[in-house]
């Protein structure tokens, strides 16, 4: 399609340059004529319409529902996260944010949602882009033909950081799908450092709790992204900050910062050791 | 058909000519001092029009360059996200809405008259209350952002983001700022449809019309049909805001694409309504420069009508991504695809007069030939993102800013800047200089493209659109830095443009008459111009008259055509028929005034107050306003003349005074209405968008309004409009009680009507808060009656211009257009209560 617009942009072109630098009288009035309706009709539309036989050839495969069976995933859209439900057999849903496990080679069905704007849900690497919109349910399926980690983001404007809505996309064996989805069934490990507990301890007295859910603990809140494991995945914040202590103590004391007009409170008030203490229980939950 | 008259075989004796010209000066004197600004001019008052509209391209441009900075590296705080949020809403609603559409109208208001033949434009009011509407809203928008409360939910608006996340008064300026921007929009499209169809020379047939004519024509009429889904939009949104009817909140049964679906039925036209006006400067610079005619003169009108009909029926493209059934991604992608051919058509049209004729090197087609490498390359784009799998990549990414980019800025601003080049020598009668023009080109045409080129590969690579910022290793890096630095190379070239305009030109000669040596109408005034437009209103019978008109210019300069002289020291023009363009009426045109400032100033008052939800002053605004545009009309239209006809020259005679459909003030009515009954339509889609979205519209069993009120109110509303339409024969045929008892039943019956109606739901108890049916009925009765009471005004004000002896059984302008008002009102009345009431019989 590239190539074919520029080829067409070049046989425009030369052709103005060569009409403005031809002399009169070397072009007839039914000459004119035959460029107007050759240019301007004929050719376009034959162009077009073979555009159009070529490029909406794949819609009915790229809307058709997943096969029966297939792996159901709901994500939904919030300012300025994703929240991701593994719609599994079982009675236990997974549960999880900002980060999204598929098996290479087997049909996924994404069913999108919001409860808040429209936000749009796109991994360029591996499909188009579908809305999120309020009292709405999209639908987007695909089957991922590459192992590798792969960006999303959301698409829509969606408010102050939209720009800071991200996730990621981790391919994978099979095998390896099974056991980390097993992993993220399983509640949460229990701390095992003095420093973790301390954390923990932090956790739950500052009531993080009200918000986010540690599967496993008291903390049961479901406003904010699930934590249980939140230490496994490839990022924090929604794509915008690296797994590791130092971002998490950014985040909980600078959240402003680091998220424009984000729901969560800045806990920069607490003492640097309780926050130091919470990265550290945070990034174990792995 | 009689055959056209010639210009007189002798020139009048000099004195004579002497005496005229002293006499046509006098009646357009521009006024001075301080009272300038009461000038209603269409010169004067496009002038300002203009140089707003590029004061708000380079705030917009500001905005841009600001946008390109915080995008320079990643993860930069250069701009806060908010700060940032409110640039981009801004930049793309001012380069929308108070630029691009603008100064279309303004660069037609401006040259209209001198295109036509025509000493001006028909409401000359009208367009200095547009352009203060304009300038006013302009203003507010503009000014908001350093209070840090500009609007931030983009210039698409999409709700819920803007109906329940974002407090502060932000979304409302956007909402009301703009409807009272689109008013003013609307009224210029009158004036130009008008001026298009009546104000043309005698003997400019209709395939004589000005290439540019046609195309202002085109755009103005889209206008008409797409501007009033934006305001009932608006309407919806701001009522949503202010009083929690929830049309757009799926918690209350509304659903936030039914804006999408408003929105883009403006926002799609809308691209077309910027570009048909710039390709028109093109077909007439290219003729110009190719010295000889057009080629595909008529291809050229019809692919401008076809473009106007399609553009219609595109606008699900900008949708895609919703979720919306296969067969529309197919149906959209191929009606977005057919555009081209119309698009293409043009192109050739202009290419193939190239080919034929000797070109001229110069600067306006230096940026032509700029236009159409840009522009091309964005219609390919164009074809591309039309494509629906194709679209599910590229939809919001920086591919679509290239895109658009490249069809605006190739579409309508290099146009623009080669019309600037083209046109200024009739502005003050001094050329651009070339040399700053060259310069400023290449500066431009590099920069552009260094800037926007790579956005196609950033958005392919993935970089969302609308981003305040981005992480660094996506490779996006390097790709933004060099499109930061193209953006500040265009704004010089544009810089060197802007101060080219400005530049002192005190000691730089007058240009001479006709410097390009151009063939069509506008070129025939001196340089520098004289207030009056034309000397005398010339007979055509030629699309190129300058070229193929022997002694053309003499015979206007001479005073040998119509109207070469103002007897009675009063503005005058000519109006023509529809189609052939036979002289009908001499029509008398107001002067300097500041109503429309004030006029402008109140109702500015009415959205302004609106927007900080200060309900009182807004209302007492608007009355206020109400008021003086009563006074406005009462003292400036429909005057009845001292005599009923006069010799315009040549031995013809021209009534002073017509009304009905040979009045151009019937025709402004009539194109008016169009609009607001288009407003209403989209309302009444709204309905019936909740009815095929949802199974509880309307719910089962049905709340209300009932049939017992709503049909009470169909009866009665039909009895006004018949006493109406009544009142208008029983003046004409001069039975004063009749009329006025008529006239006043009707009145009564209106008012009881609106009653009737708006009883309806509110015995049944309809809460529009409560679910988006009763708001959907509401909004409904609410807007019928609101144009009822317009309606009963305007019987009212018969009565008084009857008894004031303002209005006679022969001058009966007003009561035959309040008819033809009540028409339309009639219609709306009915179609409100057959959905109300009928429809939910049917669902």
Known sequence: MTGGAIVIWIAVIALAI???????????????????????????????????????????????????????IAVSGEQWWWRVRYETSDADAVVLANEIHLPVGEPVEFRL?????????????????????????????????????????????????????????????????????????????????????????SFLANGCGACHAIRGTPADGVVGPDLTHVGSRLSIGAGILPNKPKAFVHWIARTDQAK??????????????????????????? | MSIDPGPLTAAPPEEVQRAQTERLLEAWKQPTGWRYWSAVNNSVVGLWYVAMTFFFLLFGGVLALLMRLQLARPNNDFLSADLYNQAFTVHGSVMMFLFAIPIFEAIAVMFLPQMLGARELPFPRLSAFGFWCFLLGGIFLCGSIFFDAAPRGGWFMYPPLTSKYQSGIGADIWLLGFSFIEIAAIAAAVEIIIGALKTRPPGMRINLIPLYIWYVLVAAAMILFAFPP?????????????????????????????????????????????????????????????QRPIVGYGWIVLAAVGIGFLSFGLWVHHMFTTGLPGISLGLFSAASEAVAIPTGVQIFCFIATLAAGRTVRSVPMLYAFGSLVIFVLGGLTGVMVAVAPFNFQAHDTFFVVAHLHYVLIGGALFPILAGCYYFFPLINGKKLSDKLGKIAFWLAFTGFNVAFLPMHLTGLRGMPRRVFTYQAGLGFDALNLVSTVGAFILAAGLAIVFWDMVRPKKKQSYSERNPWNAGTLEWTQEMPGKPWGMRSIPEIDSRYPLWEQPNFLRDVDEGRFYLADAEEGKRESILTSVIDARPEQCLRLPGPTFITLWAALTMGGFFIFGTFSL???????????????????????????EKAEKDVGLGLKLPLYLSGPESAGWWAMFITMLAVLTAFISLVFGYFF?????????????????????????????????????????????????????????????????????????????????????ATVWILVTWTTFQILIGVIMQLYCIARRV??????????????VALYWHFTAFTAVVTVAVIAGFPLVA
Request: charged content about 15%; aromatic content about 12%; overall charge positive.
């Open chain 1, 18 to 72: 060569h009409a403005f630098r031809a002399r009169p009288g070397s072009h007839s009035g039914r000459h004119a004529n035959y460029l107007i309706l050759g240019g301007g009709a004929i050719v376009p539309t034959i162009v077009l319409t073979a555009l159009l036989i070529y490029g909406l050839a794949p819609i009915p495969a790229l809307l058709a529902p997943a096969p029966e069976g297939s792996l159901k």
């Open chain 1, 113 to 201: 949602e919001s409860p808040d704007v429209i936000h749009s849900f796109w991994i360029p690497a591996l499909g188009g882009k579908v809305d999120m919109i309020p009292g709405r349910v999209n639908r987007l399926s695909l089957t991922p033909t590459k192992i590798g980690v792969f960006r999303g983001a959301c698409a829509e404007y969606c408010g102050t950081s939209h720009a800071l809505m991200s996730f990621y996309v981790r391919v994978e064996e099979k095998a390896a799908f099974d056991r980390w989805l097993m992993r993220q069934r399983a509640t949460a490990l229990p701390p095992s450092t003095p420093l973790a507990k301390r954390g923990q301890a």
């Open chain 1, 260 to 286: 424009p007009g984000v729901l969560m409170p800045a806990f920069g008030m607490l003492p640097k050791a309780d926050i130091e203490a919470l990265a550290v229980y945070l990034e174990g939950l792995r």
């Open chain 2, 230 to 290: 934006l305001i009932a939009g608006s309407l919806l949104l701001e009522v949503e805001r202010a009083f929690h009817w929830p049309f757009f909140d799926p918690a209350g049964g509304g659903d936030p694409l039914l804006w999408q679906h408003l929105f883009w039925l403006f926002g799609h036209p809308e691209v077309y309504i910027i570009f048909l006006p710039s390709v028109a400067l093109m077909a007439m610079i290219v003729p110009t420069f190719a």
């Open chain 2, 615 to 641: 309900w009182w002053p807004s209302l007492l605004s608007l009355l206020a306003s109400l008021a003086i545009i009563i006074y406005w009309l009462w003292t400036g239209t429909a005057l009845i003349p």
């Open chain 2, 690 to 774: 909740f009815w095929t979205v949802r199974a509880d519209f309307p719910p089962d069993p049905v709340p209300g309004p009932g049939h017992f009120w709503p049909l009470v109110a169909a009866l009665l509303l039909l009895g006004a409009w018949a006493q109406t339409v009544l009142a208008r024969r029983w003046n004409r045929n001069d039975h004063a009680s009749a009329f006025y008892t008529g006239l006043l039943l009707g009145s009564i019956l209106a008012i009881a009507g609106g009653a009737a109606l708006l009883a309806g739901p509110w015995v049944t108890q309809l809460d529009p808060t409560s679910h988006v049916y009763p």
């Open chain 2, 804 to 817: 004031a002896g303002r209005m006679t059984a022969r001058y009966d302008i007003d009561i035959r257009n």
